[in-house]
Nanobody, 126 residues
């Protein structure tokens, strides 16, 4: 069983930056594909970014390409999401997730991710 705890959310002005962190425990972190998803009030949960177990490949939603960067440090059991040039439409609860499937299989499919954190709120003021 993997436990995931997100941190780093907060209030930021449009155009600003935030870095989210997700700390994992209780499993072999380096064996998991890791992903970030987000959910705005009244909307579905959407894929944001994912990274392979060793960080050699990444995948992004079109809406965040060029602005967000996912990375991981396996020695720290942590995955990050660097968010730059934030827009009001980026405001949501951001969730970290772990998948036992490869990135090529898991992609951005919610059902492919086995473990989820509780989320961290990101608010972007215009």
């Amino acid at each position: 069983q993997v436990q995931l705890v997100e941190s780093g959310g907060g209030l930021v002005q449009a155009g600003g930056s935030l870095r989210l962190s997700c700390a994992a425990s209780g499993g072999t972190f380096s064996s998991y594909t890791m992903g970030w998803f987000r959910q705005a009030p009244g909307k579905e949960r959407f894929f944001v970014a994912a990274i392979t177990w060793n960080g050699d490949r990444t995948l992004y939603a079109d809406s965040v390409k060029g602005r967000f960067t996912i990375s991981r440090v396996n020695a720290k059991n942590t995955v990050y999401l660097q968010m730059n040039s934030l827009k009001p439409e980026d405001a949501a609860v951001y969730y970290c997730a772990a998948s036992s499937r490869s990135l090529a299989v898991a992609l951005g499919r919610i059902a492919s991710y086995d473990y989820w954190g509780q989320g961290t709120q990101v608010t972007v003021s215009s």
